[in-house]
């Protein structure tokens, strides 16, 4: 995988945001925009994983608690989805935390409160996306 292959394919998954967004519109549940991109995904030939379960570690310890991640796409970008008016810092944390755990090179913040997504979605990378190949 490259880092030209990867961002392509983010492209794509927010054309499918995109699509569900104009069709739905703001103001639903979260979970109605997670069912409907997952089936969006799924219609266009990905490979999707919801609500991920991610255990917790910390010195060797298993917590008993897990984080779960919304969209986990072709194993490589995980989506972080929200529905609400305002972003704050900590969603960004989120995901990047899923992002480090999974060793996922992207993730995609996609908010659906909003008019327009493509001005509102966040792409974010990390050391795996850097160390991918350009071409």
């Known amino acids: 995988m490259t880092k030209k292959q990867v961002t392509s394919l983010s492209y794509?998954?927010?054309?499918?945001?995109?699509?569900?967004?104009?069709?739905?519109?703001?103001?639903?549940?979260?979970?109605?925009?997670e069912a409907c991109?997952?089936?969006?995904?799924?219609?266009n030939g990905f490979e999707v994983k919801q609500?991920?379960?991610?255990?917790?570690?910390?010195?060797?310890?298993?917590?008993?608690?897990?984080?779960?991640?919304?969209?986990?796409?072709?194993?490589?970008?995980v989506i972080e989805l929200k529905a609400i008016e305002n972003m704050l810092p900590g969603h960004e944390a989120q995901l990047l935390t899923y992002m480090k755990l999974l060793r996922a090179p992207q993730g995609l913040l996609i908010n659906f409160f909003t008019d327009n997504i493509t001005k509102s979605f966040k792409p974010f990378v990390n050391d795996y996306f850097r160390e991918l190949e350009e071409h």
């Open 37 to 43: 991109l997952k089936y969006e995904l799924l219609k």
């Open 51 to 77: 609500q991920v379960f991610l255990p917790v570690y910390y010195d060797e310890f298993l917590m008993g608690t897990n984080l779960r991640v919304d969209l986990y796409v072709n194993n490589l970008i």
């Open 12 to 33: 794509e998954i927010i054309g499918c945001a995109i699509k569900v967004h104009r069709a739905l519109g703001p103001g639903l549940l979260e979970s109605i925009y």
